[in-house]
């Protein structure tokens, strides 16, 4: 997008790499129906552009594979349940709760999104985010909300919720769609609500993946909306998984 096209109060690619190079917080887009996140290389930056304690705990943003493969070594997985946690960060798009192996030696990078022998993860990879993020394969993440009020929708909602405070960058592409067609006609099938996966963009939907392989909804978002309840969504994906 040019820069005299971009809408006003934003950064292109350039200006969110000098951001994330410097340590500050950027707020980034989503496809939808997901809305938009904020993420840095220093999770207290993230903390403080949401107006929160600069330890809580954040996400990691999980997006590059060499990232992925350094957070298995840690996770208290077997070889296919990390192979379905990697499908449901990817592919899906979800957020997860991961166990920790207790005695595991883990990078000093996952602290921050780690607690009581948890860690959260994000996966998302969007292609127009993708030059942008290939250069920050460690970086941390969380809706793009001040504390108790809900996260930005749109490139607009960011601006007006951070002002100059956040970096929010733009992009031109159109956004696509974050659930796939199949899902959704699945969700209708159970009894789930008769709307287009775009019509509001919510947060992720976070899942606890546990040790024995089985999932259990953490909190409600984008990719569990259109069905009818939790369980249905869940049955939904034991039946892509195989």
């Known amino acids: 997008m040019n820069a005299d096209r971009r809408p006003t109060g934003t950064v292109g690619l350039a ?3 000098q951001a ?10 989503n496809p939808a129906p997901l809305t938009c996140v904020v993420a ?10 949401k107006h929160r304690p600069a330890d809580q705990p954040v996400a990691l943003w999980a997006h590059h594979p060499d990232t992925f493969a350094d957070v298995a070594d840690a996770l208290d997985l077997d070889r296919t349940a990390l192979a379905r946690a990697r499908h449901l960060l990817t ?19 996952l602290a921050p999104a780690s607690k009581d022998g948890w860690t959260l993860l994000f996966g998302a ?24 009020h809900p996260p930005a929708a749109d ?4 601006v007006a919720v951070f002002g100059a405070d956040t970096a929010v960058l733009a992009v031109a ?23 287009e996966p775009s019509a509001r963009r919510r947060a992720t939907t976070t899942l606890r993946l546990h040790s024995d392989g089985r999932l259990t909804l953490h909190r409600h978002g984008a990719q569990d909306h259109p069905y009818p309840d939790a ?9 892509i998984s195989g």
């Open 125 to 148: 990879r969007w292609q127009p985010l993708r030059p942008l993020l290939d250069a920050f394969p460690v970086l941390y993440v969380s809706s793009a909300n001040r504390t108790g």
């Open 91 to 109: 592919e899906e798009l979800l957020t997860l709760l991961v166990p920790l192996r207790p005695a595991a030696r883990r990078p000093a990078w």
């Open 20 to 29: 994330l190079a410097a340590g500050t917080a950027v707020v980034l887009p």
């Open 173 to 195: 592409e159109p956004p696509e769609s974050a659930v796939p067609e199949s899902s959704t006609r699945e969700a209708a099938a159970a009894g789930g609500p008769a709307v």
């Open 15 to 17: 200006g969110a790499r």
């Open 40 to 49: 840095g290389t220093d999770p207290a930056a993230v903390n403080g552009a």
């Open 231 to 239: 369980a249905a969504y869940l049955a939904h994906l034991r039946g």
């Open 155 to 158: 490139t607009a909602e960011a």
